[in-house]
């Protein structure tokens, strides 16, 4: 009885933190659905399908090089994606070119950096995948809590079909 009670709450916590899948999946889903609609505005809502778990959906301008929907920090939009650092005070994309490029692959790209932890202020680890909206200026991207996966490892995710 006593390892249901200590092993129930690690199995429940766990299931609050989305997935590398997941996020692999519903990134693909959130480019699917802006392709066919160009609405920014459901990306800009703490209510709806794309905050999940510990995660949430954020779009990137590639034409204009900005930051176009975030559900946490309305602040961002509009600003320069080089001039958005993590918490280590590096710019998350210091060459926009290059990580819109890589977005428009068929595999899309995973960035890591270092973020706060919704509700903290210390920064973590966080990896997050980027994938081009077809026929829009957006990258739809969302990320993980991870010290362990590699880059590597993560573009195998994304890579299958």
């Given at each position: 009885?006593?390892?249901?009670?200590?092993?129930?709450?690690?199995?429940?916590?766990?299931?609050d933190?989305?997935?590398?899948?997941?996020?692999?999946?519903?990134?693909?889903?959130?480019?699917?659905?802006?392709?066919?609609?160009?609405?920014?505005?459901?990306?800009?809502?703490?209510?709806?399908?794309?905050?999940?778990?510990?995660?949430?959906?954020?779009?990137?301008?590639?034409?204009?090089?900005?930051?176009?929907?975030?559900?946490?920090?309305?602040?961002?939009?509009?600003?320069?994606l080089?001039?958005?650092?993590?918490?280590?005070?590096?710019?998350?994309?210091?060459?926009?070119?290059?990580?819109?490029?890589?977005?428009?692959?068929?595999?899309?790209?995973?960035?890591?950096?270092?973020?706060?932890?919704?509700?903290?202020?210390?920064?973590?680890?966080?990896?997050?995948?980027?994938?081009?909206?077809?026929?829009?200026?957006?990258?739809?991207?969302?990320?993980?809590?991870?010290?362990?996966?590699?880059?590597?490892?993560?573009?195998?995710?994304?890579?299958k079909?």
């Amino acid at each position: 009885m006593a390892f249901l009670i200590v092993a129930l709450p690690s199995v429940a916590l766990s299931q609050d933190k989305a997935t590398a899948q997941e996020v692999v999946a519903k990134v693909k889903e959130a480019a699917s659905a802006l392709s066919k609609t160009g609405d920014l505005t459901q990306f800009n809502q703490k209510q709806s399908p794309w905050v999940w778990q510990d995660t949430y959906m954020f779009v990137h301008d590639c034409d204009k090089k900005v930051n176009a929907a975030h559900p946490f920090k309305p602040e961002q939009i509009g600003q320069d994606l080089t001039s958005i650092k993590g918490t280590d005070g590096k710019s998350l994309y210091p060459d926009p070119e290059a990580f819109c490029n890589a977005a428009r692959k068929p595999s899309g790209v995973w960035v890591e950096y270092w973020w706060a932890k919704p509700g903290e202020k210390e920064g973590s680890r966080k990896v997050s995948y980027h994938l081009s909206a077809k026929g829009t200026p957006y990258v739809v991207a969302a990320g993980i809590y991870d010290d362990k996966a590699s880059i590597a490892e993560l573009s195998k995710l994304s890579n299958k079909k």
